[in-house]
């Protein structure tokens, strides 16, 4: 007798999903928003209980200390390696399901991407380039989920759905996007995954997308009908059903900020003109997360979304009935069957074996070497001085030489399996040929007085008349003046015991100080310096010079900023004279002696040797990180100096190792002529250090490439509104993500990088042939370029072959990517001599616009130039043409716009996201001057322009001239119509206009041009 259908392994998934959602009463179905209990289906069939139980999988399996440490995805990215990046994947889902055999879910991959250089969790996206992020994220889910058709390996959601790439404020704050950015550049890798069947899952963002949510916006239907084919399993961040709950309401970023945070339950009631209790704020939040398609009603806090969301359900809330309730039991199914809960042996994944210990597999130790080798990339090296000469006395300087640091989201692998650059040179070098010094500075403080040393217990106490060795502390400078301080007698960290609770109980920011014995004080007790999973970071802490003269610092605050409400601890002396941290201003506390100065004692070193190789760069935990986007770009000053200090004593042997989780501006190290050789390396992984010291000794040659721009500095960014926050991001707008018109990235900027996207040298030099590409094809089917490379050096090498396309033809004319990323390949172990043929596939369809007359991707016919190394070629591609635009019927200004300057998006009306009918967001005026453009726009016999408008009820706009201008041809091209726009109570609250048009004729651009900053459109119409 034949199993029934749903529990035959030979069945579609999707016949075997509906066949058990029809055993399923709707009490049941309702059980399953948070995961599915043990269930007795109507036919007897007891469902197996399954959890979203996770690892974060960022690059390695979770938070374990048995596991494989893979290099930082910023790393990874540089490899341009897609079948490292599937096996990395497999790596760590194997790890996951041997370890833990009831996790079978991962975080990841981390799809966003990387347009802002100071996004505080940069290193966990690939990179800036659409196309190169999605193929990485393909290759990494395809490695997580496995290639077997039906069941998967782990169940990859991937993070985070939608335009996350900033820290600032990001449960509340809105990424401002137009429509051509948002499908050209950052919907891309997170669609094409998703199109490709690799991944199955996604987590939502904190932030909102042009004032909508979201963990509640029309996007995700977007995703789960046109992507993924009607089946995909949506889940919140962490607390961000709690957000929904208390924010988002009202919009919030550099420039409109409201006086309160607004539920956005609340605020959706008040557009219908009724106030709601507490209690109706969780039917409405969990009734919006059911009706936008979340899956997973379950965000870490204790709030009852579920059952909110039933409730909501019986009431019929928005439209909602059983099929928006089976929607998210389907993909809750879909995740059971394909997990293979009921399948036992019939799923191969099932057979994996138990094992507490899954990384000591000889081929995930091998693949975490060679993933730390291949991301390595060499970025200045005249007169080939690296790879190091055979025998060299190699003095290994810097803070970073004998550090293997961990990010948030590493695995917990312990120091004894990661190996630090100074242990690896030394066991590569030999012991005798290498020296040591950190060229960190060693200090000593006064107090009142006294020398500051360490007590019994680890106190710091200023009771010392002279200065030794057990006064002393060395320094680590991480930038923006963030320090770490260690013991030298002890050779413990400084830190501050915020968190301990013997005097009751403590959170980060109550404890206002006390005298020495019973609040916060500064502890030396730390055996190693704090990294991985750390949230709060107590070893880190503001330090500064107060006053030049006397030589008085002061150290405040810690975890990143001057702690709130009642502002930032500060230093004070206590009668004990014990150092307590207690809130409030400033005092004269400390003074600093120099014991040694870190950069001069290294050069010292350097002098010595053959060779100095100064290692410099970030901890991934200090600056930036989650919740923290970084202030800016600038290495720490200490470290600088040490680079100079080194190369000016061994000029022409300075070897630089930069190693950090984001691109820094390194333009004088670049620039100066004593330092030989620049090698760049992301947080490596366990192998990091192994890797770096072969690459310097030449076993094997660096060749990835850059996956972001290296920046000179920050002008080229967009610059924020008036409500930014001081210390902080306070120079640069963190929520820009219109690309295109903001010039972000490569593809867009006009800024001179120190080094741009794809740079990367090698220890040899390779040759270009000429492209061989077809002369013309369709838009339809992918081709192949072919190109033949000649390694003309005299070392093996990987070369990672780049094709750029730009689009001659456009109707957008420059308004399009100077150049894009059109296809990639790593070749490997290009031989001197040889000759190997590299046939890099590219596809018509990445190369598309967003049509903005059809709503739909249009790869345009016309010519592209194709360009890899020095080659370049022409074809001609047979796609699709963009009409003429017709306003005749009223339209979105945001769905119509093709062009655009000084603009930011807002939801036009939450009743309106509500229905689903398109036209979510309005356009909006940051500064006078700001436009936005309509493309070919037809305006032969049109009398009357029609907008409805409104503006904004803050203080920071001056509205005295609130008009807007309708031009044609350009910004500043003929004036036909100027627009009066009425003062209104706020953003949302929309008013018609009318003004005649005077000389509108033929098919031209057509221009909206703001004088006023705070105006807002929401609609268009020509009137004829």
């Not at 290639?147 to 790439?165: A, S, T």
């Not at 420039?255 to 339950?265: A, F, L, S």
Request: proline share 6%; with cysteine; aromatic share 8%.
């Amino acid at each position: 007798m034949s199993a029934p259908v749903h529990l035959d392994p030979t069945r579609p998934v999707a016949e075997r999903v509906e066949a058990l959602l029809a055993l399923m009463t709707d009490e049941q179905k309702l059980a399953c928003l948070n995961g599915v209990p043990e269930t007795v289906l109507a036919d007897g069939t007891v469902l197996p209980e399954l959890k979203n139980n996770f690892n974060e999988v960022l690059h390695g399996s979770g938070h374990h200390a048995d596991a494989t440490l893979f290099p930082q995805a910023i790393g990874l990215g540089a490899t341009w390696n897609t079948e490292l990046m599937e096996r990395v994947g497999e790596v760590v889902s194997h790890e996951t399901r041997a370890r833990d055999t009831g996790v079978l879910a991962g975080f990841g991959p981390v799809a966003d991407l990387r347009s802002n250089p100071l996004a505080g969790r940069f290193e966990e996206g690939f990179g800036e380039d659409p196309l190169h992020a999605a193929a990485m994220t393909t290759a990494y889910a395809w490695g997580l989920r496995g290639r077997h058709p039906d069941y998967v390996r782990l169940f990859p959601q991937m993070k985070h759905f939608l335009g996350y790439n900033h820290e600032y404020h990001r449960h509340r704050t809105s990424a401002s996007m137009g429509v051509r950015a948002l499908h050209e550049y950052q919907a891309v890798p997170y669609r094409k995954p998703v199109e490709a069947g690799a991944v199955l899952g996604a987590m939502t963002s904190y932030n909102l997308v042009n004032g909508v949510p979201s963990i509640i916006s029309p996007i995700l239907e977007t995703l789960r009908a046109e992507w993924a084919g009607g089946r995909f399993f949506f889940l919140p961040d962490g607390w961000d059903g709690v957000n929904l709950h208390t924010t988002k309401g009202a919009a919030w970023d550099t420039w409109e900020r409201p006086k309160e945070d607004v539920p956005y339950p609340a605020a959706l009631a008040a557009e219908e003109g009724r106030e709601i209790d507490a209690e109706e704020l969780g039917v409405l939040a969990g009734g919006l997360m059911l009706h936008a398609g979340q899956t997973h009603f379950h965000d870490g806090s204790d709030l009852p979304f579920v059952a909110e969301a039933g409730e909501a359900v019986r009431r019929g809330l928005f439209g909602l009935t059983t099929e928006h309730l089976d929607r998210a039991v389907r993909d809750w199914l879909d995740f059971l069957v394909r997990a293979g809960r009921l399948d036992g042996e019939d799923c191969e994944y099932n057979l994996i074996a138990p094992d507490p210990h899954p990384q000591n597999r000889p081929e995930a130790i091998a693949l975490a070497l060679q993933a730390a080798r291949e991301q390595l990339v060499l970025l200045k090296n005249d007169r080939s001085a690296l790879p190091l000469p055979e025998g060299a006395r190699v003095a290994v300087l810097g803070p970073l030489a004998d550090l293997n640091l961990r990010d948030y989201y590493s695995p917990l692998v312990p120091l004894e399996r990661r190996t630090t650059p100074l242990q690896a040179l030394r066991e590569r070098l030999g012991a005798d040929r290498v020296t040591h010094h950190s060229g960190n500075d060693t200090i000593a403080w006064r107090a009142g007085g006294a020398y500051v040393n360490v007590a019994e217990g680890g106190a710091l106490v200023a009771h010392s008349e002279t200065l030794g060795d057990t006064e002393a502390f060395e320094v680590w400078d991480w930038a923006h003046e963030q320090h770490m301080f260690r013991h030298n007698a002890t050779g413990r960290f400084v830190m501050a015991n915020l968190l301990e609770r013997g005097d009751g109980p403590a959170t980060f920011a109550n404890q206002a100080g006390a005298s020495g014995a019973g609040g916060p004080v500064l502890l030396a007790q730390d055996e190693h310096m704090e990294d991985a999973n750390a949230w709060f970071t107590h070893q880190n802490l503001h330090y500064r010079p107060a006053d030049g003269s006397t030589g008085a610092v002061e150290l405040f605050g810690v975890n990143h900023v001057p702690s709130e409400p009642d502002g930032p601890f500060h230093v004070r002396l206590a009668e004990d004279r014990s150092l307590p941290l207690v809130k409030g201003p400033y005092e004269p506390v400390l003074t600093e002696t120099l014991v040694e100065h870190g950069p001069e004692a290294a050069a010292t070193v350097a002098a010595a040797a053959d060779w100095a190789v100064v290692l410099v760069g970030n901890h991934p935990l200090v600056n930036a990180r989650e919740c923290f986007d970084r202030p800016g770009l600038d290495l720490a000053p200490r470290q600088a100096e040490l680079v100079r200090e080194v190369a000016a004593a061994k000029p022409g042997r300075t070897v630089v190792v930069v190693v950090s989780a984001y691109p820094l501006a390194i333009g004088a190290i670049a620039d100066d002529p004593n330092v030989a050789a620049i090698l760049y390396t992301s947080h490596a992984g366990q192998a990091a250090g192994t890797a770096l010291a072969e690459a310097l000794a030449g076993d094997c040659s660096p060749a990835g490439r850059l996956t972001s721009t290296w920046l000179a500095d920050t002008a080229s960014l967009p610059k924020p509104g008036p409500n930014t926050e001081a210390y902080r991001v306070s120079e640069v707008d963190m929520l820009e993500y219109d690309v295109i018109a903001a010039g972000l990235t490569y593809r867009y900027s006009d800024a001179e990088p120190v080094y741009p996207f794809g740079h990367g040298l090698s220890y040899t030099t390779v040759e270009y042939g000429p492209l061989e590409v077809p002369a013309k094809v369709s838009a339809e089917e992918p081709f192949t370029v072919v190109v033949h490379l000649t390694n003309t050096g005299e070392r093996v090498s990987d070369e990672v072959a780049l094709v750029y396309a730009t689009s001659l033809d456009s109707a957008y004319g420059d308004r399009v990517a100077k150049r894009q990323l059109a296809g990639f390949t790593r070749v490997k172990n290009l031989r001197p001599g040889e000759t190997r043929r590299a046939l890099i596939t590219v596809d018509p369809q990445d190369l598309f616009v967003w049509d903005v007359v059809s709503g739909k991707r249009i790869v345009e016919t016309g010519r592209y130039t194709l360009r890899a190394g020095s080659s370049e070629a022409t074809i001609r591609i047979a796609g699709g043409t963009i009409a003429p635009l017709d306003l005749s019927e009223t339209a979105n200004v945001w769905e119509k716009a093709t062009i655009a300057q000084g603009l930011t998006y807002w939801e036009v009306s939450k009743l309106h996201t509500l229905k689903r009918e398109g036209g979510y967001h309005s356009t909006a005026s940051r500064r006078p001057g700001a436009f936005a453009g309509f493309t070919n726009a037809v305006l032969d016999g049109a009398k009357t322009i029609e907008l409805r408008t409104a503006t904004t009820a803050a203080d920071w706009a001056d509205l005295s001239d609130p008009v807007i201008e309708v031009r044609a041809g350009a910004p500043d091209g003929r004036l036909l119509a100027e627009v009066e726009v009425p003062k209104t109570a706020g953003p949302q609250a929309f008013t018609d206009v009318t003004a005649p048009l005077e000389g509108a004729e033929g098919t031209q651009d057509l221009y909206l041009r703001f004088r006023a900053g705070g105006l807002y459109v929401d609609s268009i119409r020509l009137g004829r």
